[in-house]
């Protein structure tokens, strides 16, 4: 039923930005949270970046300070603006929602050459 669309990814050189785009089935106030996870290639996946129905965040300590996510309620789609990239940015992307039950997006690739 839940169906979490994802767009925004690609290759972009290091300090460079990118924003990745989450939109959501339904209205983003019916997730307790919503938020982005990656997995490199051969490493665990991480949390990225959350937020909560209420608007609090959390982040990684890798991104503090070089990204932010937010959401456009009236769009029910969730952000991640990337900035200052580095290569150990380079994951899979994964946007996930959270109704009690955790809901997966198909992700996207982010490439950052060394």
């Known amino acids: 039923q839940v169906q979490l669309v994802v767009s925004g990814g690609g290759l972009v050189q290091a300090g460079g930005s990118l924003r990745l785009s989450c939109a959501a089935s339904?209205?983003?106030?019916?997730?307790?949270?919503m938020g982005w996870y990656r997995q490199a290639t051969g490493n665990e996946r991480e949390m990225v970046a959350i937020?909560?129905?209420?608007?609090?965040?959390n982040y990684a300590d890798s991104v503090k300070g070089r990204f932010t996510i937010s959401r456009d309620i009236a769009k029910s789609t969730v952000y991640l603006q990337m900035n200052s990239l580095k290569p150990e940015d380079t994951a899979f992307y994964y946007c996930?929602?959270?109704?009690?039950?955790?809901?997966w997006g198909r992700g996207t690739q982010v490439t950052v050459p060394s």
């Open positions: 339904g209205s983003i106030f019916s997730f307790n949270a």
């Open positions: 996930a929602a959270d109704q009690g039950t955790v809901y």
């Open positions: 937020m909560t129905r209420g608007g609090s965040t």
